[in-house]
Antibody, heavy 118, light 109 residues
Framework: QVTLRESGPALVKPTQTLTLTCTFS??????????VSWIRQPPGKALEWLAL???????YYSTSLKTRLTISKDTSKNQVVLTMTNMDPVDTATYYC??????????WGQGTLVTVSS | SYELTQPPSVSVSPGQTARITCSGD??????AYWYQQKPGQAPVLVIY???ERPSGIPERFSGSSSGTTVTLTISGVQAEDEADYYC????????????FGGGTKLTVL
């Protein structure tokens, strides 16, 4: 059974760095073709893709946010970590991680709401 | 930047057919994916690779592609299908970036 769970702070202050962890089970990120991606959704707005890491440790980022994002994986812990620097109130959103297998994002976590406020 | 365009809203009566479109220049070259999202819940994949249906998704959900437009069709709409629907694809520039459409609110009258 594939599951993903996002964790991290619910509240961060402007200019701080956000660190989110996606802890997953039911698959291995060392398997060829497997990837994990991060997506966010501001309240009442559309989904926005952030970053992706694949089984070969290749990393891809949103063009508009790439200077602020870093994605990494710890295969032994079944975790993927996303950091986002210089947080702003407009970054308030629910952050999701999702598994991609054979190019298909088939399982998503339940998401974690991050509020940016002083 | 690359964009996918969806209508903001679609309304149908129960039992009718709902069609939600998604337009983008790269769609002839890249697969499209469709997600259903109900309030307070994570998105659920309902169509992948343009027209494939994941296991557990009812047969009334189908997808098709024609040129720069992909379409999610829900036949015999039920009240439980009321939700936001998002299309997603990739930028064809080779950067492997994903793009999401703006979402369509399906209302079952």
């Amino acid at each position: 059974q594939v599951t993903l769970r996002e964790s991290g702070p619910a509240l961060v202050k402007p200019t701080q760095t956000l660190t989110l962890t996606c802890t997953f089970s039911g698959f291995s990120l060392s398997t060829s073709g497997m990837c994990v991606s991060w997506i966010r959704q501001p309240p009442g707005k559309a989904l926005e893709w952030l970053a992706l890491i694949d089984w070969d440790d290749d990393k891809y980022y949103s063009t508009s946010l790439k200077t602020r994002l870093t994605i990494s994986k710890d295969t032994s812990k079944n975790q993927v970590v996303l950091t986002m620097t210089n947080m702003d109130p407009v970054d308030t959103a629910t952050y999701y991680c999702a598994r991609i297998r054979d190019q298909t994002p088939d399982y998503w976590g339940q998401g974690t709401l991050v509020t940016v406020s002083s | 930047s690359y964009e996918l365009t969806q209508p903001p809203s679609v309304s149908v009566s129960p039992g009718q057919t709902a069609r939600i479109t998604c337009s983008g220049d790269a769609l002839p070259k890249q697969y499209a994916y469709w997600y259903q999202q109900k309030p307070g819940q994570a998105p659920v994949l309902v169509i992948y690779k343009d027209s494939e249906r994941p296991s557990g998704i009812p047969e009334r959900f189908s997808g098709s592609s024609s040129g720069t437009t992909v379409t999610l069709t829900i036949s015999g709409v039920q009240a439980e299908d009321e939700a936001d629907y998002y299309c997603q694809s990739a930028d064809s520039s080779g950067t492997y970036g994903w793009v999401f459409g703006g979402g369509t609110k399906l209302t079952v009258l």
